[in-house]
Antibody, heavy 120, light 110 residues
Framework: EVQLVESGGGLIQPGGSLRLSCAASGFTFSTYSMNWVRQAPGKGLEWISYISSRSSAIYYADSVKGRFTISRDNAKNSLYLQMNSLRAEDTAVYYC?????????????WGQGTLVVVSA | QSALTQPASVSGSPGQSITISCTGTSSDVGFYNYVSWYQQHPGKAPKLIIYDVSNRPSGVSNRFSGSKSGNTASLTISRLQTEDEADYYCSSYTTNNTRVFGGGTKLTVL
């Protein structure tokens, strides 16, 4: 069974840093591209970052470019999101989502999400 | 990276059909056939229901169908059921190698 489990969320002050993790199981992690998608409270989904299976291609939304860094460790079946210079508007539930094996579709599987609250 | 445009809400009665539109640009919806749709119930993670404009993942009801014309994609749900009440999001790949979601549509089954 495919499982994605996010962790690392919490309350952080503006300007602070946080590292999210996503532990993958039930599939060959190293062959799938992965994404981070977030959802602010009561708002819609926002795609924020993509990483290819071997980390050769990485893309970010403009809203996080230069502040967030996506990475992965295929040996540990894990995806990461390093978030720096956090702002109040980064408050959201952060989901990791697996790409379909072919094409460019985000999220045939999603984690349950981890909540990040940026507040003084 | 502007969000795709969806109606904020739609409604229908059980047994009826509804259609949700998703309008983008020639740099996303209009350029690629990588349009997908997601269903999200309150407090739950999104669920993929349509990919590549009109394909259904295994296990998704054939009451859900997708199409595209120009810069606008559409999701149709036929024979509405009460459990279809949820938020629906479209998404597209873009010419910048990024992805973009729509603002979401709340479906109410009356």
């Amino acid at each position: 069974e495919v499982q994605l489990v996010e962790s690392g969320g919490g309350l952080i002050q503006p300007g602070g840093s946080l590292r999210l993790s996503c532990a993958a199981s039930g599939f060959t992690f190293s062959t799938y591209s992965m994404n981070w998608v977030r959802q602010a409270p009561g708002k819609g989904l926002e795609w924020i970052s993509y990483i290819s299976s071997r980390s050769s291609a990485i893309y970010y939304a403009d809203s996080v470019k230069g502040r967030f860094t996506i990475s992965r460790d295929n040996a540990k079946n894990s995806l990461y999101l390093q978030m720096n210079s956090l702002r109040a508007e980064d408050t959201a539930v952060y989901y990791c989502a697996r790409d379909l094996i072919a094409g460019a579709t985000t999220g045939d599987y999603w984690g349950q999400g981890t909540l990040v609250v940026v507040s003084a | 990276q502007s969000a795709l445009t969806q109606p904020a809400s739609v409604s229908g009665s059980p047994g009826q059909s509804i259609t949700i539109s998703c309008t983008g640009t020639s740099s996303d919806v209009g350029f690629y056939n990588y349009v997908s749709w997601y269903q999200q119930h309150p407090g739950k993670a999104p669920k993929l229901i349509i990919y590549d404009v009109s394909n259904r993942p295994s296990g998704v009801s054939n009451r859900f169908s997708g199409s595209k014309s120009g810069n606008t994609a559409s999701l149709t749900i036929s024979r509405l059921q009460t459990e279809d009440e949820a938020d629906y999001y479209c998404s597209s790949y873009t010419t910048n190698n990024t992805r973009v979601f729509g603002g979401g549509t709340k479906l109410t089954v009356l």
